[in-house]
């Protein structure tokens, strides 16, 4: 097992930059996800730890050792493709026994570490099949096979759960996480998916157009977001924004008028600002904001509820059951320490 | 009403779309077999209808030293050509699978050998080999090599190698391309997944590149056997199965024997001889190099 770190790492395409200079310290036996939206440059970058594209810009250490023009091979690392990459022409045990086989190891070492590996995963009875006669979930569990079976020094996930379909998928997210607390390896995920990253990651690197937005535990980024961006990405149903200005006394003037109290801060009176309040920091109050019901939808825990409030979408969590209807008015109130500020133009948070 | 009645089952409809294909079938391809087959058991002569002699022309085919000289002929045509076209074809889909400058366009100058009409090539070939006026002879000459012309097609080996390079020469194109077909349905992440577990360059192509395109290697070999096996314009052309026999393989010794020569049964009988050996190439491929079990999709 090895830390890993990344500093000032850029990449271009040609004349296309991806990344951005990205610093990122990933400590030994961490659990760390890349996150962002396609094309932010997280699986880049991690092709770049794996050494599958160059590195011409910054450093990459893997434990003590620069690693920047180390083939991957040299690396000491293993990596679960989006796809598998299962070898299709060789059995689910010559696929996992397949680096041991080219470094020479000895059969019975390798038996042994297979069989290990396929007992962990519970693919014993699947060990002489080929990939072609395996469900999506069975091959996903042979590429992490072949990853464990190396006892690498760190493990780079590429998206590996992003061809199963949404149960198989919560499944695996949960046996991932389970196999890391068992083996404790280094490990680096790469997804789009923010709900992977809020589960599973015991860090979350934050990407947005090749550059790192913020770094954190998964609830430190939920409940104290540095920007819009990450504030908008992380969280499901999303994170509600209001446009106003500040005003003299505490409080933010929204677009219609209505003033909504935010905790004291750094940000001057008159100030355009962007009012971030998470659906279930809405409470329904009498004293609150007047919004309109456009959509209601129980889920049966809860019940989501859409409205308009100062010309925007604004969406409610209620834990509570109503007998809301579409059209009706309904009034919303936020506590002032749960109403996150952010300038109006950089989008960073004004704490 | 009643006719379209008839129309509408499945069968007659499904007989009915058969028709043209098998009339077309047996009109060019079983009619002219059998009558090949048949005319290798007659006495036939240009000109005069043959009668059934039975197993003669194949008697006498046995004990003609020309015949089987051909066959000899052919086979080593037949099996030097296809290790080099296998060989070079390899190694040209390779390359053109890399990351090349001006790709499409390069791609498409490898198809040229194969897109000219093969007794345009063989003319072009027949003045590269020409006594006095080849190409190779004079630049050889010119760098100091040799100091006389190369007598290409005149003496038997020098002949026999000549054709043969020919012949690759317009074989590898189709090998090439079709292999190139074949890697580039290999995915990348496998050769990523197999250089982190530790593959080195040769190994890559050992263990995923060689396995993953032995089903398409098998198909092009096989085609590529039989075209060579069956070759005729470019011997035709360049040597007309000579000097002394040397470079005459079965389908221009049965040519000769039946056109010029006018023995349609003896010429016949050559053709049908060759028979066996490509249905013996084909069933190898099918039964040695079908389709792998880790092709087969599904479940044990």
Known sequence: ?351 | MKAAGVLDNRNVLGLLFLLPAAALLLVFLTYPLGLGVWLGFTDAKIGRDGIWIGLENYEFLWGDPVFRLSVFNTFFYTLIASVFKFGLGLWLALLLNEHLPFKGFIRAIVLLPFIVPTVLSAIAFWWIYDTQFSIVSWLLTRMGWIHSNINFLGSPNPARVSTIVANVWRGVPFVAICLLAGLQTIAPSLYEAAAIDGATGWQRFRHITLPLLSPIIAVVMTFSVLFTFTDFQLIWVLTRGGPINATHLMATLSYQRAIPGGALGEGAAIATSMIPFLLAAILFSYFGLQRRKWQQGGRD
């Open chain 1, 1 to 351: 097992m090895a830390s890993v770190t990344l500093s000032g790492i850029r990449k271009s395409f040609g004349a296309t930059p991806v990344l951005h200079g990205v610093d990122v310290q990933i400590d030994d036996g961490e659990f760390v996800v890349l996150v962002g939206p396609s094309g932010c440059g997280k699986s880049t970058l991690l092709r770049m730890i794996a050494g599958l594209e160059e590195t011409l810009d910054g450093e990459i250490r893997i434990g003590d050792r620069v690693v920047n023009r180390v083939p991957p091979k040299a690396r000491d690392i293993a990596m679960v493709f989006q796809n598998y990459a299962l070898y299709p022409h060789m059995t689910v045990r010559a696929n996992m026994a397949f680096s041991m086989r080219l470094a020479g190891r000895a059969a019975a070492e390798i038996d042994a570490r297979v069989n290990d590996a396929a007992r962990i995963l519970g693919l014993d009875d699947y060990l002489d099949r080929f990939p072609r006669q395996l469900s999506g979930g069975q091959r996903q569990r042979v590429a992490m096979g072949r990853a464990i079976v190396r006892d690498p020094q760190v493990f780079l996930f590429d998206e590996p759960l992003s061809n199963l379909d949404a149960k198989l998928r919560v499944q695996m997210r949960t046996e991932i996480r389970a196999l890391h607390q068992r083996l404790r390896t280094t490990s680096i995920y790469v997804t789009h998916d923010q709900i992977e990253a809020m589960t599973m990651a015991d860090k979350i690197v934050v990407m947005n157009a090749g550059r790192v937005e913020q770094i954190g535990a998964p609830l430190v980024l939920y409940d104290d977001p540095a920007n819009l961006f990450v504030a908008g990405f992380i969280g499901s149903p999303a994170m509600n924004f209001l446009p106003g200005r500040l005003a003299e006394g505490g409080a933010v003037v929204l677009d219609n008028g209505g003033r909504i109290g935010v905790a004291s801060t750094a940000a001057k009176p008159g100030q355009a600002v962007t009012v971030g309040v998470r659906p279930e920091s809405l409470e329904i109050a009498a004293d609150g904001l007047l919004a309109e019901i456009v959509v209601v939808e129980p889920t049966g825990a809860d019940t989501q509820i859409y409205c308009t409030l100062a010309g925007r979408d604004v969406n409610v969590v209620s834990r509570e059951r109503h007998g809301f209807a579409p059209g009706q008015g309904i009034r919303l109130r936020v506590a002032p320490h749960k109403a996150l500020l952010f300038d109006a133009d950089s989008g960073a948070r004004i704490r």
